[in-house]
């Protein structure tokens, strides 16, 4: 089962453009994930955020957290090509991680 | 480190089969996860494990599937019969704490059964 649920499902802009994707989740968090998987590739670990945090940078990224809303956001600014990939939101249950559905993100050049 | 290794990178093999993959976790985390990814479903926690010992695997569909971790350096994921609807990227994962930390995902494994 999902725990995070990403919105949109798939997002297309310009080289440069700011791409802000969205997270929801269902429970109580000790701390919530980014990731980002390239076509045909493993998840890369972004960033984390504790529940105790309510922002948090890590260079082009900027992710939010509003436990009350039970809600997160990605933000990449100055999107790249490179940053053409499929990006989740994870939860903690425990010690594992439960993944969303995943956001497309598709940067035209 | 090398990361996390993950073998074959490409599986295609019969209905009926035994299909073995394999994960080499980073050195000195202590726990290990076994992932599956299809279209339809996503990302699917099968299994972890913290210190080489089973600790949740209600995410294994089957009997058919299986898993080991008889060290902390090797675990297996054995599907024994598989099926065609066993096709899907398998990952496996290791982190430090658990969900404490990020997780360090390997390539994963493709599994194609015909």
């Known amino acids: 089962s999902q725990q995070g649920e990403e919105d949109p499902q798939a997002l297309s802009i310009q080289e440069g453009e700011n791409a802000t994707m969205n997270c929801s989740y269902k429970?109580?968090?000790?701390?919530l994930q980014w990731y980002r998987q390239n076509s045909g590739r493993g998840l890369v670990h972004l960033i984390l955020?504790?529940?105790?945090?309510r922002e948090k940078h890590s260079g082009r990224l900027r992710v939010t957290l509003d436990t009350s809303k039970k809600s997160s956001s990605l933000l990449i600014t100055a999107s790249r090509a490179a940053d053409t990939a499929s990006y989740f939101c994870?939860?903690?249950?425990?010690?594992?991680?439960?993944f969303g559905a995943g956001t497309i993100l598709r940067v035209k050049s | 480190d090398a990361g996390v290794i993950q073998s074959p990178r490409h599986e295609v093999t019969e209905m009926g089969q035994e299909v073995t993959l394999r994960c080499k976790p980073i050195?000195?985390?202590?726990?290990l996860f076994w992932y599956r990814q299809t279209m339809m479903r996503g990302l699917e926690l099968l299994i972890y494990?913290?210190?080489?010992?089973?600790?949740?695997d209600s995410g294994m569909p089957e009997d058919r599937f299986s898993a080991k971790m008889p060290n902390a350096s090797f675990s297996t994921l054995k599907i024994q019969p598989s099926e065609p609807r066993d096709s899907a990227v398998y990952f496996c994962?290791?982190?430090?704490?658990?969900?404490?930390?990020?997780?360090?995902f390997g390539s994963g494994t493709r599994l194609t059964v015909v």
């Open positions: 994962a290791s982190s430090l704490l658990g969900a404490n930390y990020g997780y360090t």
């Open positions: 429970t109580s968090i000790n701390n």
């Open positions: 955020i504790r529940s105790n945090e």
């Open positions: 994870a939860t903690d249950g425990y010690d594992k991680l439960v």
């Open positions: 050195s000195g985390h202590d726990y």
């Open positions: 494990f913290n210190n080489n010992v089973p600790i949740d």
